[in-house]
């Protein structure tokens, strides 16, 4: 069988399973305690980032992660920053 057929037959393996959850080590030794070399399984491993991150869609703004704080009803309880909270933050920005 020809390298890169295997390498492909290798990339398609670490897809179909880190759909099912698996992380790309436990795959990684369960192929090299099979008998597969690890310069081989690497080159699989890097080829699938690659093809993965070429399908990854493109974020163009960053997200903009807002913390609140709630009480036992349900409520947002509002913290009043103390003066020297309020003096550092002002020479930060």
């Known amino acids: 069988?020809?390298?890169?057929?295997?390498?492909?037959?290798?990339?398609n393996y670490f897809k179909r399973?880190?759909?099912?959850?698996?992380?790309?080590?436990?795959?990684?030794?369960?192929?090299?305690?099979?008998g597969y070399s690890r310069a081989l399984v690497e080159k699989a491993i890097t080829q699938t980032h690659q093809e993965l991150a070429e399908k990854a869609p493109v974020l163009k703004d960053k997200p903009k992660i807002k913390y609140q704080v709630i009480d036992e009803y349900d409520k947002p309880i509002t913290i009043n920053?103390?003066?020297?909270?309020?003096?550092?933050?002002?020479f930060r920005k």
């Open 1 to 11: 069988m020809r390298q890169s057929t295997l390498i492909q037959n290798l990339v």
């Open 81 to 90: 920053k103390s003066f020297f909270r309020k003096f550092f933050d002002f």
């Open 17 to 34: 399973n880190l759909a099912k959850g698996y992380t790309f080590e436990s795959l990684k030794w369960a192929l090299v305690k099979q």
